[in-house]
DNA sequence: CGGGATCCTCACAGATACTG
DNA sequence: CAGTATCTGTGAGGATCCCG
């Protein structure tokens, strides 16, 4: 289990790199690659199509979003060459692989989302009491 | 599987808020927040110990890191009134169920890193063709 | 040694306008 | 319809000082 070792996702980050795991693990990550995933997991969508679905994102951050994961391999683009332009977006094998991770974190999210909220209005309660006291 | 409807994770976002269970999955997967689980899920640390373990962490961030992922209930803090002060960071039982499915995502990371890195090299030498012909 | 308060900055997110 | 190019702000993240 080579990802016991922390230092291996630490180190070799000066001059604003990243180890290269990290920056696969941000794009899966990050606020549009989730939805992105989620999304083309249940379907292949069009560009507007997949905009309209996750909903308030740019239409510059799915291209950004789209592209990275192209990219990285996890998301197919399919454009035909017609009039108007029909471009559909879907995913690869290890971006199957990806989203399933993905959901099984969003799934934990979801079920320990009371746990969290209760959590967390135990430690502002005792902060406030901390701070009138 | 409640998690399957994107909209769920996309709507209700009007005003730079967002929904509730993508702030949990924004902490558990930030930047640091993923080194800290990943460090803590091996032992215990003192904060200048687990500063050093993780590296290039400002006192700041690492500061700000465990205090939300210990508003969320995920880490425990032992404060010793001592002089110099100890502050002993640990996991609590949801800290160690999050890092476990972290630590799947960031192993799926490592393993496919290098399919990964091959569908970029294609993408990229596709699109300097295309730019150059 | 741990961490609060402050200031700075730059990378990224959004809006807009334009192209094929 | 599906992007690209450009401008701008906002805030996450870093450096520094200070205190218990």
Same mark, same amino acid.
């Given at each position: 289990?080579?990802?016991?070792?922390? %230092?291996?996702?630490?180190?070799?980050?000066?001059?604003?790199?990243?180890?290269?795991?990290?920056?696969?693990?941000?794009? =899966?990550?990050? %606020?549009?690659?989730?939805? =992105?995933?989620?999304?083309?997991? *249940?379907?292949?969508?069009?560009?507007? *199509?997949? /905009? /309209?679905?996750?909903?308030?994102?740019?239409?510059?951050?799915?291209?950004? @979003?789209?592209? @990275?994961?192209?990219?990285?391999?996890?998301?197919? /683009?399919? #454009?035909?060459?017609?009039?108007?332009?029909?471009?559909?977006?879907?995913? @690869?094998?290890?971006?199957?692989?990806?989203? #399933?991770? =993905?959901?099984?974190? #969003? *799934?934990?999210?979801?079920?320990?989302?009371?746990?969290? *909220?209760? $959590? /967390?209005?135990?430690?502002?309660?005792?902060? $406030?009491? $901390?701070?009138?006291?």
């Amino acid at each position: 289990m080579v990802v016991s070792k922390v %230092r291996q996702w630490t180190t070799a980050m000066e001059g604003g790199g990243m180890c290269p795991q990290r920056l696969v693990l941000e794009h =899966v990550t990050s %606020r549009w690659g989730v939805l =992105v995933l989620l999304a083309l997991d *249940e379907r292949s969508f069009r560009f507007g *199509e997949l /905009r /309209r679905e996750i909903g308030g994102v740019s239409e510059k951050m799915l291209t950004q @979003t789209l592209q @990275t994961l192209e990219r990285d391999g996890l998301v197919h /683009r399919d #454009a035909k060459p017609v009039i108007p332009p029909r471009v559909d977006y879907s995913l @690869t094998g290890l971006g199957r692989e990806a989203s #399933a991770l =993905v959901r099984s974190l #969003a *799934e934990w999210t979801e079920r320990r989302l009371g746990e969290v *909220e209760q $959590a /967390r209005t135990g430690y502002d309660e005792i902060r $406030a009491a $901390a701070s009138s006291g």
